[in-house]
């Protein structure tokens, strides 16, 4: 064989074996919103990347309005509480919900096949696999509730700051939007939403 081709043969081979070291450092992609993987190994990576797109457009108008109302302190006022609102109240609370999802579901039982779904609007943690009805119900109910008791204890909290007049009214006024965004995911414990179908299947079947 030539040297060039001996050297070429040799370079290619040396490359490979970059790329195959590089190949499980590379970031996740979103292949986990398409095919079934392990609990364990489900990376909340996508859902991060939903959340962030779902909001990008009313924070980008937010971020628009903060520039524009440069020279108005009221306005710089409201869209800098919009934003707060925004990130905190709208992608933390749904964030919040389906990361409690996610830790039930894996604290229960790690090996289970699930992926996660992506709508318009919303992502859900999708299962298949055998459960106890029980797991199910506790799984289904610990995103509502717990962001619920997240909600109503920044409620409580800003209540009992506010009684020594420690936050301004601005800042007061975010708390308690941001929080009843948290309290308001109770509802998805209704019929109507998958959370709530899921517990009255199980109460239904019970009885």
Same mark, same amino acid.
């Given at each position: 064989?030539?040297?060039?081709c ?5 370079? $290619?081979?040396?490359?490979? !074996?970059?790329?195959?070291m590089?190949?499980?450092? !590379?970031?996740?992609?979103d292949?986990?919103l398409? #095919?079934?993987?392990?609990l364990?190994? $489900? ?11 779902v ?8 971020l ?8 108005? +302190?009221?306005?710089? *006022?409201?869209?800098?509480?919009a ?7 709208? +992608?933390?609370?749904f ?8 830790? @039930?579901a894996? !604290?229960?039982?790690? &090996?289970? %096949? =699930?992926?996660?779904?992506?709508? *318009?609007?919303?992502?859900?943690? %999708? #299962? ?8 199910r119900? @506790?799984? =289904?109910? =610990? ?9 109503l204890? $920044? $409620? %409580?909290?800003?209540?009992? *700051?506010c ?8 800042? #007061?006024?975010? @708390? ?7 309290? +308001?995911?109770?509802l998805?414990l %209704? ?6 179908? &899921? ?5 239904? =079947?019970?009885?």
């Amino acid at each position: 064989m030539p040297d060039d081709c001996r050297n070429a043969v040799k370079c $290619l081979s040396q490359t490979h !074996k970059c790329f195959s070291m590089i190949a499980p450092l !590379k970031p996740v992609n979103d292949a986990s919103l398409n #095919e079934w993987t392990y609990l364990q190994d $489900l990376s909340i990576i996508p859902m991060l990347r939903h959340l962030v797109a779902v909001g990008s457009l009313p924070l980008i108008v937010s971020l628009v309005g903060l520039v524009a109302s440069f020279g108005s +302190l009221g306005g710089r *006022i409201f869209f800098a509480k919009a934003i707060v609102i925004v990130v905190w109240g709208m +992608l933390g609370s749904f964030f919040l919900h389906e990361y409690c999802h996610f830790l @039930v579901a894996r !604290k229960f039982n790690p &090996t289970i %096949l =699930a992926k996660w779904e992506v709508g *318009i609007l919303r992502i859900s943690l %999708l #299962e298949t696999g055998s459960r106890a009805p029980y797991e199910r119900v @506790v799984i =289904a109910a =610990a995103g509502p509730v717990i962001t619920f008791v997240v909600g109503l204890g $920044l $409620l %409580l909290l800003c209540h009992f *700051i506010c009684l020594f007049s420690v936050l301004s009214v601005a800042v #007061e006024d975010v @708390v308690v939007i941001v929080s009843i965004g948290h309290v +308001l995911h109770i509802l998805y414990l %209704l019929p109507f939403f998958s959370d709530g179908r &899921t517990i009255l299947c199980y109460i239904v =079947a019970r009885f």
